[in-house]
């Protein structure tokens, strides 16, 4: 077979590489070249050579490096070709000589009063010249090499839209000549809400993989916490940067426990705690302080976080305090109206009050257009359904998720699920049709 020849194999490597490294190559280059459009370009050329070398030459010992440097390379000639930045010109040339296998150390060399250059790319991506979903989609494109259809499913919006959006912006940050710098003072404020937000999806989609076989994408949460950590440092008085340090610390501590031995999905009210991050725990809780006690505090991150430290530091499913997580998701969605967020106020209801209650709050969701697709809404209901033993009404709603999931992680909790309703008919003389 084709896709088992150690060429593909080498091909499917460097296609992993470029995932785990884009960013950092993306930002790295827009620092040269001030464009976002033409480094995601040049980046994308630094993967072709690598594809064309790779194969014959073996893959190298600091792939992430050697592919800046071929970056690095591409980014000079465009320069000498647009006769652009004579002095910055000299500058990356004396940075970028040497032989492809003995590149220093690019970490070394992106230190500056900001700190990250992909800190940088972030708010350069969420210039206000851009629409907020341009901004977001776009950030999530270069920050995160997230597929069209990764971000697609984040957002619950239609993949031609997300593309369009992305080249729209690019298109935009060229023609308005965007600088690729990180804001300060008012405009770092105006600009913090989009910056959060596209976090958030970065950090969601590394906790919960919209596709493929695998639940976790564990780097993506450890990019997305640490570009909160530089967000914290940058701006300590913020309560939202804080809040949503706080929340996604306290998330990423369950990673472990949220896969069994098989890689199947563990739900959270069945996980062993003992498995739990402690240290990331006390990071979060401790974040959330700082947050509750600045003014402003009680912001949607903040709130959040809030709801995850309710189950931190219940020491088992049973110590939970489901009717203080009502309330709090209540007050979201008084600050964040959203059908998502609702249908999770919805799973507290249920907790606290009953499965009947939260049932009745997920049957305006039904006719909601964003979650058409939303394979939770009837996961959700089908768990609601499945608790008031009315299993045929579960099974088909477990069965509706099961084709609406692009995970294959989910699928499989989800086909349980509903043979399990299938089991419960059959004991009660209900067999399936």
């Known amino acids: 077979m084709q896709g088992s020849t150690p060429e593909a194999a080498t091909h499917a490597a460097i296609r992993a590489v470029f995932k785990r490294e884009s960013a950092k190559l993306v930002a790295g280059i827009a620092r040269m070249v001030r464009d976002v459009g033409l480094a995601e370009e040049l980046a994308q050329d630094a993967m072709l050579v690598a594809l064309e070398k790779w194969p014959e030459a073996g893959v190298p ?18 320069l000498r070709r647009r006769k652009l930045l004579e002095r910055k010109h000299e500058e990356i040339g004396q940075a970028s000589q040497g032989d492809e296998r003995a590149v220093p150390d690019i970490e070394e060399q992106l230190d500056d009063d900001i700190g990250d250059d992909l800190l940088k790319l972030i708010f350069t991506s969420c210039h206000p010249v851009l629409s907020t979903e341009g901004r977001v989609a776009l950030t999530l494109r270069l920050l995160g090499g997230l597929t069209t259809e990764e971000i697609a499913r984040a957002f619950l919006a239609p993949e031609p839209t997300i593309a369009q959006r992305i080249v729209r912006a690019k298109r935009t940050l060229t023609e308005a000549q965007v600088p690729f710098e990180a804001p300060r003072g008012d405009e770092l404020r105006a600009r913090m809400t989009s910056v959060l937000e596209v976090i958030y999806l970065v950090f969601n989609e590394g906790y919960s993989a919209t596709a493929g076989d695998e639940l976790l994408r564990p ?17 300590p008085d913020e309560p939202e940067a804080l809040g949503l340090l706080a929340l996604m610390e306290i998330q990423a501590s369950r990673s472990k426990a949220r896969v069994g031995p098989s890689g199947e999905l563990v739900l959270l009210l069945d996980q062993d705690r ?9 990071r979060g809780l401790a974040a959330l302080a700082r947050a509750e006690e600045l003014a402003g505090a009680g912001g949607p991150y903040a709130l959040q976080a809030a ?15 489901w009717q203080r997580i009502a309330v709090l998701y209540y007050a979201l969605s008084e600050r964040m109206p959203s059908p998502v967020v609702e249908l999770n106020r919805a799973v507290a209801v249920s907790m606290a009050f009953g499965p009947a209650a939260g049932l009745a709050i997920t049957e305006p969701l039904l006719t909601e257009p964003a979650l058409a697709d939303y394979h939770l809404l009837p996961s959700v209901r089908g768990d609601f359904l499945m608790k008031l033993e009315r299993y045929e009404e579960a099974r088909a709603e477990f069965a509706r998720a ?10 499989a909790l989800l086909i349980d699920r509903a043979n399990e309703c299938t089991r419960a008919l059959e004991r009660a ?3 399936a049709e």
């Open 274 to 282: 003992s498995l739990w991050d402690h240290a990331k725990i006390a």
């Open 429 to 431: 003389g209900r067999p």
């Open 61 to 78: 010992d600091n792939p992430g490096a050697w592919l800046m440097a071929a970056g690095k390379r591409r980014a000079i000639d465009e």
């Open 219 to 235: 780097a993506l949460c450890d990019e997305a916490i640490r570009l909160g950590s530089i967000l914290v440092e940058i701006a």
């Open 402 to 411: 099961v084709a609406l999931t692009r995970n294959g992680r989910e699928r």
């Open 307 to 321: 709801i995850a430290a309710c189950h931190a530091r219940a020491k088992v499913a049973a110590d939970t305090d």
